[in-house]
């Protein structure tokens, strides 16, 4: 063994009470999680390689083709339409709205994306709100929402408000002075712009543009709803289509290797993002008066962004409002489905927050004994699982369970897991800022009162973090209750979720009653997510 | 004449009210100093422009400049940093005292290079400033106030990031540019004692007014307030003396 991990490794060993616990449960944890995800990987290299597979390549290289083709674009399309929506705010710092009009670029991050889809169906499909529109003014055009057009303006509506968001943090890190120097040096609009805007474009645009890349790619449940046909099928979609159609976990696992090459390599390829100042005090007073030129320009590309935005979200409301609510409750999938997802959500949601609190534990221990390097490792380990989509481990342990036969079997525990490996890194991002700050401050006291194990838990540890921990755990049950992932692999069938069940009444054209079933899910996951993010809604204020 | 007056000038930040009178004669240096968040930057903020008074009338080269905009007024200013915009050359720097959109015909570009000259950094023309020392940026800034030609020059502490040769250095440079182009030129500062010989006078700021004013050697007299001899660390006067 080299010398260096010895050393460290003794010197982990005599680590003092409660880091040996942590050191211990976070270990554990972490193995665990490490092993789920590698066996996953594994099975799916092997299957995926031992595949005597000469079809399977027919299918791959289109598949990979519209994979980077649709994430190009939608990469383009998405900075095109952020970067003037970023200008315009900027010239704008204080109008009424402006505050509210942030937060709705916050939404739809915070959406389920076969909401969002059901959300564009309504408004742009062929029977839609814009179609029916046409129809009264004596116009007979159909716009068509499925194929490329409809997958780009689904990437839009997620990707363009974060980027917004985005540009504007990196607008944030522009020292005061210079905003004062703009205004003693009578810039106008175009100053600014090229002199102090365009230079944190520059260098902040290409790690965001990576970021939307990365995340167009990884793209899912918009490309299986609003694609799916030759054209436009992605590797994740064919991957799919390879287990539930045709029943191949080899083709399946060829496919998910492409699809995590590509990954990986787009990881590889995206530059970071950069900042292009140290310091800074930041702060949203801007001097400039925009002139009445600036000023309608701005709110114009202002308008029309909100519209974009909110026009779907209404859509929603609409669709949600105008269904048969009866009708949906009387179902009787519907309850399986809401029971089914409750308890999905709740499970993994609980194994990502005891995970990511344990995970965060052995880091704060790591790192507190002066072994920064090990607590940097468990971070980026966390972080990796990003990358890992939960669609790999849905396949990986399919090829594994096949093995023995009975591939659905446990069809519920892998997609409770699949859920939980995929909020972990954001569960654990999410507290171990409030982890670190506890354990540096009590950990002394604890100690000196003899407070330890399970009684310093209940006494000290949960009331200090229980705003983390519930955030956390809040968070991830909305990711897991909106997400129609793993559970795709399965058939409709042998197990329904809320998302699934979505999927089917959309697939079977009873639009009506997946707009119902959507509203409840908006509901249920956006007052998660909301209850769960507000103590960082209120730190930022 | 008064260059710079402010008439019972109010601003009232969530915590703290300020309310300022000053009258400073045309040409002289002046330096602002007081305990930290007693509102010199907000004093020199008012003036130019990047607060409004909430009531009471600012007067700037004998012009009501209250309700004007920052660059409507006859400020230029020079902070502790980030004074030069990191994308741009030095030469582009210095040619924004001209005007913002730096195009410039060939008198303009013989002053530009002229000033950038009288600041000790010909040669440096096309360097970026992170290619120069923190001396040679602040140097480049004064550069650029020398085009911007305009009666008021307001530094808000405007050398506290550099040494204390590179200090004396930018001292001795500002009293020479003083001396052949006079400016009135208010300065905050935390070290008063460096300005003995080059400024004319002092004003003192404290929870939000200006508590007290002089000619620079009376920073040293017996008769300053206490307040003043708690903030310069003079414990007993009498001692100094002796």
Redesign the interface.
């Known amino acids: 063994m080299d010398r260096r991990v010895a050393k460290s490794l003794g010197q982990i060993i005599r680590f003092k009470r409660p880091d040996g616990t942590r050191l211990f449960a976070g270990f554990l944890a972490l193995s665990i999680v490490a092993l789920l995800a590698a066996s996953a990987i594994g099975a799916t290299l092997v299957s995926g390689l031992n595949a005597r597979y000469g079809g399977g390549f027919a299918g791959l290289v289109p598949a990979t083709l519209f994979t980077l083709e649709q994430a190009a674009l939608s990469t383009i399309v998405s900075v095109v339409f952020a970067v003037p929506l970023a200008l315009a705010f900027e010239s704008l710092p204080r109008f009424f709205g402006r505050r509210a009009l942030l937060a709705l670029f916050a939404v739809p991050l915070a959406l389920p994306a076969i909401a969002v889809v059901l959300g564009l169906i309504t408004l742009y499909g062929r029977n839609g709100l814009i179609a029916d529109g046409f129809a009264m003014g004596g116009l007979n055009w159909k716009p068509d929402i499925y194929g490329l057009a409809g997958i780009l303006i689904a990437h839009v509506f997620f990707n363009m408000p974060l980027t917004v968001r985005l540009l504007l943090k990196a607008f944030e890190d522009i020292?005061q002075?210079?905003w004062?120097?703009a205004?003693?040096?009578?810039?106008?609009a175009v100053?600014r712009i090229r002199?102090?805007l365009l230079?944190v474009i520059r260098k902040s645009l290409p790690g965001i543009a990576g970021l939307v890349f990365l995340l167009c790619t990884g793209s899912y449940t918009i490309i299986l709803v609003l694609g799916g046909g030759p054209a436009t099928t992605t590797l994740q979609v064919a991957i799919q289509q390879a287990l539930s159609f045709d029943f191949d976990p080899a083709k399946a696992s060829l496919l998910t290797i492409a699809q995590l090459a590509l990954t990986g390599l787009v990881l590889a390829v995206i530059p970071k993002g950069q900042s292009?100042?140290q310091?800074?005090r930041v702060s949203m007073?801007r001097?400039h008066?925009a002139g009445l030129g600036e000023r309608s320009l701005a709110l114009a590309v202002l308008v029309l962004g909100a519209l974009f935005v909110v026009s779907p979200l209404l859509a929603i409301g609409w669709a949600g409002v105008s269904a048969d609510h009866a009708r949906i409750m009387g179902s009787h999938l519907f309850g399986q489905a809401i029971v089914t997802s409750l308890s999905v959500a709740v499970s993994s949601a609980l194994l990502a927050t005891v995970s990511a609190y344990v995970i965060a534990s052995l880091r704060y221990a790591l790192d507190s004994n002066g072994q920064r390097g090990w607590a940097d490792g468990v971070g980026k380990l966390s972080t990796a699982m990003l990358g890992i989509p939960a669609l790999l481990l849905g396949v990986g342990w399919f090829v594994l369970l096949a093995m023995t036969g009975r591939p659905f079997g446990l069809a519920p525990l892998m997609i409770i897991l699949a859920n939980a490996l995929m909020a972990l890194p954001f569960a654990l991002q999410m507290m171990s800022a409030a982890v670190d700050r506890h354990f540096g401050t009590d950990d002394r006291l604890c100690a000196a009162l003899g407070l330890k194990g399970w009684r310093r838990f209940a006494i000290v540890d949960w009331p200090v973090l229980r705003p983390a921990l519930s955030g956390a755990f809040l968070f991830a049950a909305a990711l897991s209750l909106g997400d129609l992932g793993v559970v795709t692999l399965y058939g409709s069938d042998r197990i329904v979720t809320l998302p699934s069940l979505i999927y089917q009444n959309l697939g079977s054209y009873r639009s009506n009653d997946a707009g119902g079933l959507v509203l409840y899910l908006t509901v249920l996951t956006g007052a998660l997510t909301l209850y769960g993010t507000r103590s960082q809604f209120h730190e930022h204020d | 004449m008064n260059m710079i007056e402010l008439n019972t000038a109010a601003f009232r930040w969530p915590e703290t009210a300020m309310l300022f009178d000053l009258e400073i004669a045309q040409n002289q240096m002046v330096i602002v100093t007081g305990p930290s968040g007693s509102g010199k930057s907000t004093l020199l903020n008012l003036i130019a422009g990047f607060e409004t008074p909430d009531s009471g009338t600012i007067l700037l080269d004998g012009k009501d400049c209250t309700r004007l905009p920052p660059s409507a007024r006859p400020v230029s200013m020079l902070f502790q940093e980030h004074n030069l915009f990191g994308h741009l050359s030095v030469e582009a720097n210095v040619g924004f005292g001209i005007g913002p959109r730096l195009k410039f015909e060939d008198a303009e570009r013989a002053a530009i290079s002229s000033s950038i000259n009288r600041v000790g950094l010909s040669g440096k023309e096309k360097r970026l400033p992170h290619q120069l020392s923190g001396g040679e940026r602040q140097r480049a800034a004064f550069a650029r106030t020398l085009l911007q030609d305009r009666p008021i020059l307001l530094l808000d502490e405007p050398f506290a990031s550099l040494g204390p040769s590179l200090r004396s250095e930018m001292m001795a440079l500002l009293q020479e540019l003083q001396s052949e182009r006079p400016r009135t030129i208010l300065a905050v500062t935390h070290h008063p004692q460096e300005w003995t010989y080059i400024a004319d006078s002092f004003v003192f700021v404290e929870n939000g007014t200006i508590a007290e004013k002089g000619r620079m050697d009376q920073l040293e007299d017996p008769d300053v307030p206490a307040a003043v001899r708690a903030y310069l660390g003079i414990q007993s006067v009498g001692f100094l003396k002796s």
Do not use: C, D, M
Request: glycine content about 14%.
């Open positions: 020292p002075e210079q004062k120097l205004a003693n040096l009578r810039f106008g100053g002199h102090i230079p292009l100042f310091t800074g007073r001097y008066h």
